[in-house]
């Protein structure tokens, strides 16, 4: 092998490793994205007790 061809193919090389950095870089951001839809939103139901309410106004007076 001379200069020319081993500098084409550590060009070639330094290319490759870049490519697959970046798409693994994508793949872990993507990965966040899909976590993020999973998490299901908590729904909750508030229901106000009267008796509750009454009989803390009682304790109150």
């Not at 976590?35 to 299901?40: T, V, Y």
């Not at 908590?42 to 229901?47: A, G, K, L």
Request: charged residues 35%; proline residues 2%.
């Amino acid at each position: 092998m001379n200069r020319k061809e081993l500098f084409y193919l550590s060009i070639g090389i330094f290319l490759t490793v870049i490519a697959w950095v970046i798409a693994d870089i994508k793949f872990l951001e993507s990965q966040k994205i899909l976590e993020k839809r999973i998490e299901s939103p908590m729904v909750v139901d508030y229901s106000i007790d009267k008796e509750i309410l009454k009989t803390l106004e009682k304790k109150r007076d």
